[in-house]
Protein backbone atom coordinates (compact mmCIF):
# COMPACT_ATOMS: atom_id res chain seq x y z
CA UNK A 1 0.00 0.00 0.00
CA UNK A 2 0.50 3.49 -0.79
CA UNK A 3 2.35 5.07 2.77
CA UNK A 4 4.73 7.68 4.13
CA UNK A 5 6.25 6.86 7.43
CA UNK A 6 8.25 8.64 9.99
CA UNK A 7 9.56 6.91 12.25
CA UNK A 8 10.69 9.01 15.18
CA UNK A 9 7.82 10.61 16.86
CA UNK A 10 9.76 12.45 19.08
CA UNK A 11 12.95 14.57 18.45
CA UNK A 12 14.63 16.32 21.20
CA UNK A 13 17.77 18.26 20.50
CA UNK A 14 19.61 21.21 22.13
CA UNK A 15 19.48 24.64 20.74
CA UNK A 16 22.85 24.75 17.81
CA UNK A 17 22.83 21.16 17.10
CA UNK A 18 22.06 19.73 13.94
CA UNK A 19 18.36 17.96 13.59
CA UNK A 20 17.59 15.28 11.50
CA UNK A 21 13.90 14.14 10.44
CA UNK A 22 13.69 10.68 8.80
CA UNK A 23 11.13 10.24 6.40
CA UNK A 24 10.47 7.32 3.71
CA UNK A 25 7.84 6.38 1.39
CA UNK A 26 6.33 3.49 -0.11
CA UNK A 27 5.12 4.58 -3.83
CA UNK A 28 5.43 2.85 -7.55
CA UNK A 29 6.94 5.38 -8.78
CA UNK A 30 9.01 8.58 -7.09
CA UNK A 31 5.97 10.66 -5.68
CA UNK A 32 6.59 14.40 -5.28
CA UNK A 33 7.59 15.44 -1.55
CA UNK A 34 6.87 17.73 0.90
CA UNK A 35 7.81 18.62 4.55
CA UNK A 36 5.46 21.11 6.21
CA UNK A 37 6.03 22.34 9.37
CA UNK A 38 3.02 23.07 12.06
CA UNK A 39 3.28 25.09 15.36
CA UNK A 40 0.82 24.51 17.92
CA UNK A 41 -2.80 25.83 17.08
CA UNK A 42 -1.81 26.87 13.74
CA UNK A 43 -2.06 25.90 10.15
CA UNK A 44 0.97 23.99 7.94
CA UNK A 45 3.65 25.52 6.02
CA UNK A 46 5.65 24.35 3.42
CA UNK A 47 9.14 23.96 4.07
CA UNK A 48 10.50 22.21 0.79
CA UNK A 49 9.53 19.95 -1.70
CA UNK A 50 11.11 18.01 -4.22
CA UNK A 51 9.55 17.28 -7.84
CA UNK A 52 12.86 16.13 -9.72
CA UNK A 53 16.39 17.38 -10.98
CA UNK A 54 18.53 17.95 -7.79
CA UNK A 55 18.04 14.69 -5.08
CA UNK A 56 19.57 18.12 -2.69
CA UNK A 57 16.77 20.64 -2.01
CA UNK A 58 16.91 23.74 -0.34
CA UNK A 59 14.02 24.96 2.03
CA UNK A 60 13.00 28.09 3.98
CA UNK A 61 14.25 28.67 7.50
CA UNK A 62 17.80 26.85 6.64
CA UNK A 63 16.10 23.66 6.09
CA UNK A 64 17.39 21.31 3.35
CA UNK A 65 16.40 17.67 2.40
CA UNK A 66 17.86 15.12 0.34
CA UNK A 67 16.06 12.71 -1.87
CA UNK A 68 17.65 9.16 -2.24
CA UNK A 69 15.53 7.06 -4.64
CA UNK A 70 17.33 3.59 -3.55
CA UNK A 71 16.55 3.91 0.17
CA UNK A 72 12.67 5.48 -0.64
CA UNK A 73 13.96 7.78 1.98
CA UNK A 74 13.10 11.81 1.94
CA UNK A 75 15.09 12.96 5.19
CA UNK A 76 14.97 16.66 6.30
CA UNK A 77 17.82 18.45 8.00
CA UNK A 78 19.14 21.96 9.46
CA UNK A 79 22.53 22.31 10.66
CA UNK A 80 22.03 24.49 13.49
CA UNK A 81 18.41 24.59 15.13
CA UNK A 82 17.09 27.41 17.18
CA UNK A 83 14.21 27.73 20.10
CA UNK A 84 11.79 28.66 17.20
CA UNK A 85 12.25 25.30 15.07
CA UNK A 86 10.47 23.66 17.78
CA UNK A 87 7.11 22.46 16.24
CA UNK A 88 5.57 19.60 14.85
CA UNK A 89 6.69 18.23 11.28
CA UNK A 90 4.87 16.12 8.25
CA UNK A 91 6.65 14.41 5.39
CA UNK A 92 3.92 14.37 2.85
CA UNK A 93 4.03 12.37 -0.72
CA UNK A 94 1.56 13.26 -3.50
CA UNK A 95 -0.59 11.02 -5.11
CA UNK A 96 -1.88 10.24 -9.24
CA UNK A 97 -4.84 12.00 -7.71
CA UNK A 98 -3.38 14.86 -6.39
CA UNK A 99 -4.17 13.96 -2.75
CA UNK A 100 -1.41 14.11 0.10
CA UNK A 101 -0.82 11.50 1.87
CA UNK A 102 0.81 12.39 5.05
CA UNK A 103 3.46 10.48 7.63
CA UNK A 104 2.47 10.65 10.98
CA UNK A 105 4.44 13.31 12.14
CA UNK A 106 7.39 14.01 14.45
CA UNK A 107 7.37 16.57 17.30
CA UNK A 108 10.67 18.53 17.93
CA UNK A 109 11.51 19.74 21.03
CA UNK A 110 14.69 22.11 21.43
CA UNK A 111 16.12 22.74 24.73
CA UNK A 112 18.17 25.51 25.90
CA UNK B 1 3.07 34.38 -2.78
CA UNK B 2 0.47 31.42 -2.34
CA UNK B 3 -1.19 32.43 0.72
CA UNK B 4 -4.46 30.75 2.25
CA UNK B 5 -6.90 32.44 4.54
CA UNK B 6 -9.77 30.96 7.06
CA UNK B 7 -12.52 32.27 8.64
CA UNK B 8 -13.34 31.85 11.28
CA UNK B 9 -9.72 31.17 13.18
CA UNK B 10 -12.27 29.85 15.87
CA UNK B 11 -15.73 29.15 16.57
CA UNK B 12 -18.10 27.98 19.54
CA UNK B 13 -21.35 27.00 19.07
CA UNK B 14 -23.88 25.16 20.53
CA UNK B 15 -25.07 21.71 19.74
CA UNK B 16 -27.27 21.19 16.83
CA UNK B 17 -26.61 24.61 14.89
CA UNK B 18 -25.13 24.80 11.62
CA UNK B 19 -21.14 26.28 11.46
CA UNK B 20 -19.57 27.53 7.95
CA UNK B 21 -15.75 27.99 7.35
CA UNK B 22 -14.70 29.56 4.61
CA UNK B 23 -10.95 29.22 2.98
CA UNK B 24 -9.65 31.68 0.53
CA UNK B 25 -6.47 31.33 -2.02
CA UNK B 26 -6.02 35.27 -1.83
CA UNK B 27 -3.00 35.71 -4.17
CA UNK B 28 -3.71 32.54 -6.44
CA UNK B 29 -6.11 30.82 -8.24
CA UNK B 30 -7.61 27.44 -6.84
CA UNK B 31 -9.53 24.59 -9.20
CA UNK B 32 -8.88 22.18 -5.85
CA UNK B 33 -9.13 22.81 -2.42
CA UNK B 34 -8.95 20.19 0.60
CA UNK B 35 -10.71 19.52 3.59
CA UNK B 36 -8.37 18.10 6.53
CA UNK B 37 -9.84 17.64 10.24
CA UNK B 38 -7.19 17.00 12.56
CA UNK B 39 -7.29 15.73 16.41
CA UNK B 40 -5.00 16.42 18.59
CA UNK B 41 -0.99 14.76 18.30
CA UNK B 42 -2.32 13.51 15.30
CA UNK B 43 -1.82 14.00 11.82
CA UNK B 44 -4.21 15.63 9.18
CA UNK B 45 -6.99 13.07 7.54
CA UNK B 46 -8.48 14.10 4.65
CA UNK B 47 -11.91 14.62 4.45
CA UNK B 48 -12.96 15.75 1.25
CA UNK B 49 -11.49 17.33 -2.08
CA UNK B 50 -13.47 20.76 -3.41
CA UNK B 51 -13.57 21.25 -6.94
CA UNK B 52 -14.27 24.19 -8.57
CA UNK B 53 -17.77 24.57 -10.11
CA UNK B 54 -18.50 20.51 -9.66
CA UNK B 55 -19.69 18.08 -6.67
CA UNK B 56 -17.26 17.83 -3.76
CA UNK B 57 -15.40 14.54 -3.40
CA UNK B 58 -15.36 12.71 0.01
CA UNK B 59 -13.15 10.31 1.66
CA UNK B 60 -14.64 6.73 2.84
CA UNK B 61 -16.53 7.60 5.89
CA UNK B 62 -16.94 11.11 5.80
CA UNK B 63 -20.81 11.92 5.70
CA UNK B 64 -21.54 14.21 2.96
CA UNK B 65 -24.88 15.58 4.65
CA UNK B 66 -22.76 16.18 7.67
CA UNK B 67 -20.09 18.37 5.83
CA UNK B 68 -21.34 20.51 3.22
CA UNK B 69 -18.61 21.77 0.62
CA UNK B 70 -19.20 24.54 -1.96
CA UNK B 71 -16.56 25.85 -4.10
CA UNK B 72 -18.28 28.77 -5.93
CA UNK B 73 -15.40 30.52 -7.25
CA UNK B 74 -12.01 30.06 -7.83
CA UNK B 75 -10.71 31.21 -4.37
CA UNK B 76 -13.04 30.52 -2.04
CA UNK B 77 -14.33 26.71 -0.81
CA UNK B 78 -16.64 26.38 2.13
CA UNK B 79 -17.34 23.97 4.48
CA UNK B 80 -20.48 23.90 6.71
CA UNK B 81 -20.63 21.66 9.44
CA UNK B 82 -24.48 20.39 9.38
CA UNK B 83 -25.72 19.98 13.22
CA UNK B 84 -23.23 20.06 14.80
CA UNK B 85 -22.26 17.87 17.74
CA UNK B 86 -19.64 17.41 20.72
CA UNK B 87 -18.16 14.98 18.41
CA UNK B 88 -17.56 17.08 15.61
CA UNK B 89 -15.37 19.44 17.75
CA UNK B 90 -12.12 19.28 15.79
CA UNK B 91 -9.34 21.49 14.14
CA UNK B 92 -10.32 21.79 10.43
CA UNK B 93 -7.69 22.76 7.90
CA UNK B 94 -8.20 23.52 4.27
CA UNK B 95 -5.55 23.75 1.36
CA UNK B 96 -5.45 24.97 -1.92
CA UNK B 97 -3.68 23.63 -5.09
CA UNK B 98 -1.48 25.91 -6.96
CA UNK B 99 -0.40 24.68 -9.82
CA UNK B 100 1.79 27.45 -11.03
CA UNK B 101 1.97 28.53 -14.30
CA UNK B 102 4.31 28.20 -17.23
CA UNK B 103 7.24 26.27 -17.69
CA UNK B 104 8.55 24.20 -14.50
CA UNK B 105 5.12 25.19 -12.94
CA UNK B 106 5.17 22.76 -9.97
CA UNK B 107 1.65 21.50 -7.94
CA UNK B 108 2.07 22.39 -4.24
CA UNK B 109 -0.67 22.68 -1.68
CA UNK B 110 -0.95 25.19 0.51
CA UNK B 111 -2.47 25.47 3.74
CA UNK B 112 -4.11 27.95 5.81
CA UNK B 113 -4.11 28.46 9.13
CA UNK B 114 -7.03 25.99 10.56
CA UNK B 115 -10.33 26.57 12.22
CA UNK B 116 -10.95 25.58 16.01
CA UNK B 117 -14.64 24.09 16.43
CA UNK B 118 -15.80 23.69 20.03
CA UNK B 119 -19.47 22.34 19.86
CA UNK B 120 -20.91 22.89 23.32
Known amino acids: AQSVTQPDIHITVSEGASLELRCNYS??????LFWYVQSPGQGLQLLLK??????LVQGIKGFEAEFKRSQSSFNLRKPSVHWSDAAEYFCAAQTNDYKLSFGAGTTVTVRA | GAVVSQHPSWVICKSGTSVKIECRSL??????MFWYRQFPKQSLMLMATSNEGSKATYEQGVEKDKFLINHASLTLSTLTVTSAHPEDSSFYICSARDVGQGIGRTDTQYFGPGTRLTVL
Open chain 1, 50 to 55: YFSGDT
Open chain 1, 27 to 32: YGATPY
Open chain 2, 27 to 32: DFQATT
